[in-house]
């Protein structure tokens, strides 16, 4: 039996392994953080922001109205799915999303 | 009896402490940082609009454009009054309401034989028994709040039952660890909920001032296999079990200028609160918070001190802690619940049956290293790793003894163990053997994880694991992960209070666990799971309570979940 369990992990630890290069993070937050904050600066023009400071409906809807085009347009910027991830990447992390905790975390 | 200077000064420190809180609070009250720009800019429209309507009075305007200006001046009020409404909504409506639901299906198989009461050896068959589709609830009503920018309040209240139960978890000698985290009744109870309160002495200096029941359950890396963010303060491998207490933390991050680094000190303590009866027995003749019960387990302190930081750019980016528990006096077990147990703790001198030993079993210290890494190197894969050391100093036992002076035909005998009676009696009088016989399962001496009061000792567990999204091309593939901990004969975990209803992690001996979980929707997550600790030793009476005893258990637990947050 316990030969069994180790072959068990054992074939699992090379499934992780042989699909690592298969499974690509969705880049959503990589993308925010280049794309977006090479303007929305901390102390820069242009305010800097996280993504809580939406809730998930708000950024559905800045997304479907293209609202960032009222004050610049970044569809040169970013592809499609570019900005799909960043949305995604948004509504998960949005003001209404799960938060983490601990003592005398902000 | 505490002197009442040392009272007036201990008085005198918190007031002086409450004072360097408030100078260097610099307390701002939440107001709605976006409606109040928009209120101004319809302030402006509304000037605007008035300065029209000047004009119009000097200048007459035609009708069309007099009825024009009029409906915007009616269209300007109305956005107004509703934006008012929405800000006074917004400073009112401070609390945040979250829940969750979770049915769970569990499967168990134990196999292993029973041993003769606190020996190492084994009696009758191998046993082999398996419970089938044991289902629970849990209900978790979260709350939260921003109360002012440097005030913070988080709870979580928490329902757990079998289904269609309403049980008492009748594990009253560690349920001040874990009463909310089994099985239960129908009754909401407290899980967490504390007041963070955010201060900076100095520029350099942010720190955090924490009270209540803390968030000290839901250890990492449970946050992989619940797919949550971080819950907790400290690894699960570190402690994992309901704490009150008050917390101290450091914001290191100006200081050293590495993200999200910090030092974090609590102390914890449970308090006995001398309850008279428990399940029907009575455990004291005494009644009131101010009487003294002698036989009362004392305050057991826990003092954790945690140092962490995160390093986004180290080998993938890591989350590093190091967290130091202490036990400063392990008080000695009352285990006056226990009907067996209960005779030898009859508050009367002249009884047969006694305990004795000194208040403290002796002092703990537990080390421990925890890394985590969420998108290692920027793939779907994220992997932890744990290694704890643990040290006991023994100091005492508690022993469970028969005063042979005190039978009702009195033996001219010192008092001696209650289990060895019996053969060192057995000639003084047949009257007595069937008694004594009995007694041959009293418990060994109870120490700091000995049955000797002298030995120290020292342990370790190490726990691994990872978690990868399976490649499938869908929106959000499902997660497989694997977890391995291995913790050694005197290994203690203080993680009665894990999530997994095996407590894996206080398995001295292994603990394989591999589970896939599928986000159905970003509310909506289904696990199943597959869970095997293979006992090399038991837990003998729980907590650090005896000598961990040898055993051949093999328990599996197979289940499957479905979670619900909104």
């Known amino acids: 039996m316990k030969q069994t369990l180790h072959i068990l992990v054992f074939g699992s630890l090379c499934f992780m392994l042989l699909w690592v290069p298969y499974s690509m993070a969705s880049n959503g937050r ?35 109205r293209n609202k960032h085009k009222r004050k610049k347009d970044i569809s040169e910027l970013f592809t499609k799915d570019e900005l799909e991830q960043v949305k995604s990447y948004l509504i998960l992390h949005a003001a209404d999303s799960d938060q983490p905790e601990a003592v005398g975390l902000k | ?44 429209l509304n000037n605007r609009l008035d300065e029209l309507g000047q004009q119009q009075d000097s200048e007459k305007l035609p009708e069309k454009d007099q009825q024009s200006l009029n409906f915007l001046k009616q269209d300007m009020s109305e956005l107004t009054e509703i934006l008012e409404r929405v800000e006074t909504k917004s400073i009112v409506d401070r609390l945040e309401i979250g829940a969750e639901i979770r049915t769970r299906i569990d499967w168990y198989d134990f196999r292993g034989r029973d041993n003769k009461p606190f020996t190492n050896d084994p009696q009758g068959e191998r046993l082999h028994e398996r419970v089938h589709l044991q289902p629970s609830n849990r209900f978790r009503l979260n709350l939260r709040t ?77 946050d992989l296999r619940e797919n949550t963010p971080r819950k907790s303060t400290y690894p699960a491998i570190a402690y994992n079990v309901e704490s009150d207490g008050i917390a101290m933390s450091l914001d290191l991050e100006p200081l050293t200028h590495i993200p999200q680094t910090a030092a974090r000190t609590i102390v914890a ?43 986004p750019d180290f080998f993938g980016g890591l989350l590093a802690m190091m967290n130091v528990l202490y036990i400063p006096q392990a008080p000695k077990p009352d285990f006056r619940y226990n009907d067996i147990l209960a005779p030898f703790y009859e508050d009367d001198e002249k009884a047969p049956l006694s305990t004795r030993g000194e208040d403290s079993l002796g002092y703990l210290t537990k080390y421990t290293l925890f890394i985590e890494s969420k998108q290692f190197f920027g793939f779907n894969f994220d992997w932890f790793a744990g290694l704890s050391y643990l040290r006991t100093h023994a100091k005492s036992a508690t022993e469970f003894i028969l005063k042979p002076r005190n ?51 020292d342990a370790h ?106």
């Open chain 1, 30 to 64: 990589s993308i925010y953080l280049n794309k977006c904050g090479s303007c929305h600066q901390e102390g820069g023009d242009v305010e800097a922001f996280a993504p809580s400071k939406y809730a998930s409906t708000q950024w559905r809807r800045f997304f479907r």
């Open chain 2, 1 to 44: 009896m505490q002197h009442p200077s040392k009272i007036f000064f201990l008085g005198i420190m918190m007031l002086l402490f409450v004072f360097e809180l408030s100078l260097s609070a610099g307390e701002k009250y939440v107001t709605p940082d976006e409606i109040v720009p928009i209120l101004d800019e319809i302030d402006k």
């Open chain 2, 146 to 222: 921003q109360i002012s920018d440097n005030l913070k309040f988080t709870s979580r209240l928490t329902m757990m039952h079998h289904w269609s139960d309403d049980d008492f978890s009748a594990y009253p000698d560690v349920n001040f660890l874990n009463s909310t985290r089994v099985p239960g009744n129908l009754n909401l109870k407290v899980e967490r909920a504390y007041v963070d309160y955010f201060f900076q002495p100095h520029e350099l200096f942010p720190m955090a001032f924490t009270f209540g029941k803390l968030p000290s359950t839901d250890g990492l890396p449970t």
């Open chain 2, 461 to 566: 567990c190490i726990h691994v694991g990872g978690r990868i999204d399976v490649p499938i091309p869908m929106k959000q593939p499902p997660k497989f992960g694997v977890e391995y901990n291995h913790g050694s004969r005197y290994w203690s975990n203080f993680g009665e209070a894990s999530e997994d209803p095996l407590h894996k992690l206080t398995t001295r001996g292994e603990a394989w666990d591999f589970y896939l979980l599928q986000p159905v929707s970003r509310f909506f997550i289904m696990r199943m799971g597959y869970t095997v600790t293979l006992h090399d030793y038991d837990q003998n009476l729980s907590f650090y309570y005896g000598e961990p005893l040898a055993i051949d258990h093999k328990i599996t637990n197979m289940y499957l979940l479905m979670d619900a947050k909104f």
């Open chain 2, 407 to 457: 039978l009702d035909t009195p033996i001219d005998l010192d008092p001696l163990l209650a289990r060895e009676a019996y053969e060192l009696l057995k000639g003084y009088g047949a009257t007595y053997e069937k008694e004594l016989e009995s007694l041959k399962n009293a418990p060994t001496p109870i120490g700091l994880l000995n049955n000797d009061g002298r030995s120290s000792h």
């Open chain 2, 269 to 311: 303590l449970r308090y006995d609160d001398h309850e008279k009866y428990f399940m029907g027995n009575e455990l004291s003749d005494k009644s009131g918070v101010y009487r003294v019960d002698e036989k009362a387990m004392d305050p057991v302190y826990f003092l954790v001190f945690q140092l962490e930081s995160h390093f």
